[in-house]
């Protein structure tokens, strides 16, 4: 086939652009320029240099094209100017949900042109056509299966997606790294947010709102207890950065019209639930479940819970789960599974 392979510089989309390059398809690798360099100059050198020298070392020593595509502002105006509007409102965005559905499944397809018959990524996860429906199947690796991220593409953008890794574990697309002596083949593995690289997260927010000093009280007796800069450097369930004695304290519930921090010490009674409301689905198949006992994940990683999902009308749902868990906050995205099938996601309003 003739495949459009989207290179990131790290060692899981080398791995898949040799795999596929291996099988005798006919490779273009795109690079594709969606960091906010300009914005954090101040910060020094940046990573996507990094990423691009990589990414131009796998493409020369498998003898294939390299091109470069600017997203940036396309990025900025479906992923930035979100995160940001979420944060402000005291809600708990996942950007790079919207990178993939928006962006590299997204935005990346029309600009490149119909000749390519596949765009294939190094994501963990897997696509099957079934009974006329492209299914977003799980990979073998509990920890690395980014079906969770995947969760808002369509039939559309899953008839064109490819991904080779589907059907390995880190450790195998490790292994291949070294058979294919990649010059990324020791390179760590990225974490944050995709358009950030290495800054940190509340270095971006700190760029965009800045610090708005407000209290921290005590959920329980009102007691105020300290300070902090703004309430949209916290999310629900936070225990890490509260830089307070007598701990350790959890972050329970955020007033963003007033400002307020409200926390509390360890007490699951208090701080754990087992039921949040969702809306804005996206059904993978686009038909929404018949199950109404589903599996389903609020947080990338490899923990699921048996949950039931019933429907308040065709905008809104109830979640309840087989256990409470105490960092369930708005804006966060719950994706629903049925075995190893992702069946799409939504986001928790409260």
């Known amino acids: 086939m003739k495949i459009a392979v989207l290179l990131s510089g790290g060692v899981d989309s080398s791995v898949a652009l040799s795999l596929l390059k291996n099988e005798g398809h006919e490779i273009t690798a795109y690079y594709l320029k969606i960091w906010l360099q300009d914005e954090f100059s101040f910060l020094g050198d940046c ?22 595509i600017s997203l940036q502002n396309e990025y900025w105006d479906n992923v930035v100017t979100y995160t940001i509007s979420e944060v402000k409102e005291g809600r708990t965005p ?42 977003l199947k799980r990979s073998p690796d509990p920890v690395k299966d980014q ?64 610090f708005k000093k407000g209290d921290i009280i005590v959920s329980e007796t009102g007691e105020k207890i300290g300070e902090h800069e703004g309430y949209y450097y916290f999310t629900i369930g936070q225990r890490s950065g509260l830089r307070l004695g007598g701990g350790p304290w959890y972050v329970v519930k955020k007033d963003t019209s007033k400002n307020i921090i409200y926390i509390s010490k360890e007490n699951k009674s208090q701080r754990s639930r087992n039921n949040f409301k969702v809306a804005k689905f996206n059904w993978i198949t686009e038909e929404r479940p018949q199950k109404q006992n589903l599996k389903v994940k609020i947080r990338h990683g490899q923990r699921f819970f048996n949950c039931a999902l019933n429907f308040l009308d065709d905008k809104t749902a109830e979640v309840i789960l087989d256990e409470p868990d105490q960092g369930i906050a708005p804006g966060q995205f719950a994706v629903f599974y049925d075995d190893k099938i992702c069946l799409g996601g939504s986001v928790i309003t409260e």
């Open 147 to 210: 079906t969770y991220f995947l969760a808002y593409l369509n039939q559309k953008q899953l008839s064109r997606a490819y991904f080779p890794l589907g059907n390995y574990r880190k450790s195998e697309v490790r292994n291949f790294a070294e058979q294919f002596n990649l010059p990324n083949k020791n390179r760590k593995d990225s974490q944050g947010i995709c358009f950030l690289g290495q800054v940190k997260f509340n270095g971006f927010i700190k760029q965009h709102l800045g």
């Open 94 to 135: 996942n950007p790079d949900i919207f990178c993939n559905s928006l962006i590299k499944f997204g935005q990346f397809y029309f600009k490149i042109d119909d000749s390519y018959e596949k765009v294939a990524s190094g994501h963990y996860a897997k696509v099957e056509l079934v009974n006329g429906k492209y299914l």
């Open 47 to 68: 990573p996507w240099e990094e990423d691009l020298e990589y990414a131009r070392g796998v493409c020369d020593q498998a003898d294939v094209p390299l091109e470069i």
